[in-house]
């Protein structure tokens, strides 16, 4: 039986499948990265948003002022629920058709996930990667 040394498109289809598997379980790491990240965000943002609108009424001086305080919060919190909605998006996007143009978008969309969640006043998960 001759040896793949003597066959060059053998070593060059194996050195094709070797990359090609080492890419994937390198995408698959960081999609598993970039859910988990989603997901403790999401888990922590939730706990965060029903305290925060407890508070918002709670401190509230009238029924007007309530209402109003809690849809102006409503309003602001807006954008961070659409921008979770896209990070899932490009996860699953990126988990489907795992190019690197993918996983760039996928990243850019943690890193607004992480502003936008940081900006209305909650926090980001310490142990759940960082964009």
Sequence with gaps: ????????????????VVAFVSA???HQAELRI?????????DGF???????????VAH???LDQG???LASYRKKREPVIRIFAVAYKATATAALEP??????VLAADLADLKTAVVELGAS????????
């Design 124 to 131: 980001w998960p310490k142990d759940g990667g960082s964009p």
């Design 46 to 56: 939730v706990a965060w948003d029903d305290q925060h609108q407890a508070d918002v």
């Design 60 to 62: 509230a001086i009238s």
């Design 34 to 42: 970039a859910l988990t990240t989603i997901n403790a965000a999401s």
């Design 24 to 26: 994937c379980a390198s």
């Design 1 to 16: 039986m001759p040896s793949v040394r003597h066959h060059p498109r053998a070593i060059a289809l194996l050195l094709v």
């Design 67 to 69: 209402k109003a305080d």
């Design 99 to 104: 190019t690197t143009e993918n996983l760039l």
